[in-house]
């Protein structure tokens, strides 16, 4: 199972300390070795970091780590691959414009025979399920809503409708955003923690690394941190129910709707 990480703030902030602990588990303290990525927003600009090399040994991830980039949205992925070969084209997170806005996206799980229609408006580069659940995701928003941005509450609910659909072939947990806010899916397990005031120490699971974040923050900093499993092991980390869509904002969870997939089919065989 692939890894997940994704940050929604109030305040631009780093994302050092969880990711020390989340970069551990890509061939460390995890089996996950099949490439990694992470992509921060700043504005409407958005920057992308992706190696096909695990991250406890990719000096890529050394930077990342060392490199305090502040930013209100953080979406990150360690891979295990089930589709596509392991390679810098089927590395996630990956990214798209949609409305004038770059849309950041990553997976975990194996969708199965999921061959939806694409009209040619977003096409896969790799050969992954989860690039090419991301184009017809893409696709449908904009068929529903043409060229004109939906309101947040209509755009969670056609996402919301959307991941029904796509939830139908399989595993699908998933974090995406726009870099106004972040949608996840708990399609099996997803867990998330609010760091607000009074702030406290945190003391990761995969390192042995403590910070006191009452040091490194001001009283009105909000952030919410989502990973497919908690990264510490001192915090209250909140279990996000298996079958739900979630959606943050300015670092707190503003909506999450029940999601009821249909029979998960049989898998056929995937390509590693």
């Given amino acids: 199972m692939c890894q997940l990480l994704g940050m929604n703030c109030n305040v631009p902030t780093d994302i050092c300390f969880s990711f020390s602990g989340f970069q ?38 050394q930077l990342v780590g060392q490199y305090p980039i502040h930013s209100k949205n953080v979406i990150a992925h360690i891979r295990k691959a089930t589709q596509g070969a392991v390679g810098l ?10 409305w004038g806005r770059y849309w950041i996206f990553a997976h975990n799980g194996n969708l199965i025979d999921f061959m939806p229609q694409l009209d040619g408006s977003f096409v896969p580069v790799g050969l992954t399920d989860s ?15 043409g060229t004109h941005v939906p309101e947040r509450s209509a755009l969670f609910d056609a996402i919301h409708a959307l991941t029904l659909e796509i939830s139908q072939h399989g595993e699908f947990n998933f974090l995406l955003s726009n870099g106004d806010c972040l949608f996840a899916h708990a399609s099996t397990k ?16 995969d390192q042995d690394i403590t910070v006191d974040f009452s040091d490194v923050t001001s ?25 739900t ?10 909506k999450t709707l029940p ?11 995937s390509v590693v």
């Fill in 24 to 61: 551990a588990r890509g061939g460390a303290t995890d089996v996950h070795s099949d490439g990694w990525g992470i992509a921060f927003f700043e504005g409407k600009g958005t920057r992308l970091f992706l190696d096909p090399q695990p991250s406890s040994i990719s000096p890529v991830a």
């Fill in 89 to 98: 084209e089927n590395t996630h997170p990956f990214m798209r414009e949609l």
């Fill in 131 to 145: 690039e090419r659940a991301f184009c017809w995701l893409l696709q449908e928003l904009r068929r529903r809503f």
């Fill in 190 to 205: 997803l867990s998330h923690i609010v760091r607000q005031a009074p702030f406290a120490h945190a003391h990761l699971k």
């Fill in 219 to 243: 009283p009105n900093d909000r952030v919410a941190v989502i990973a497919t499993l908690p990264l510490t092991d001192n915090e209250a980390w909140t279990d996000m129910p298996p079958g």
């Fill in 245 to 254: 869509l979630w959606w943050f904002e300015e670092g707190l969870p503003v």
């Fill in 259 to 269: 999601t009821r997939p249909g029979p998960v089919k049989k898998p056929a065989g």
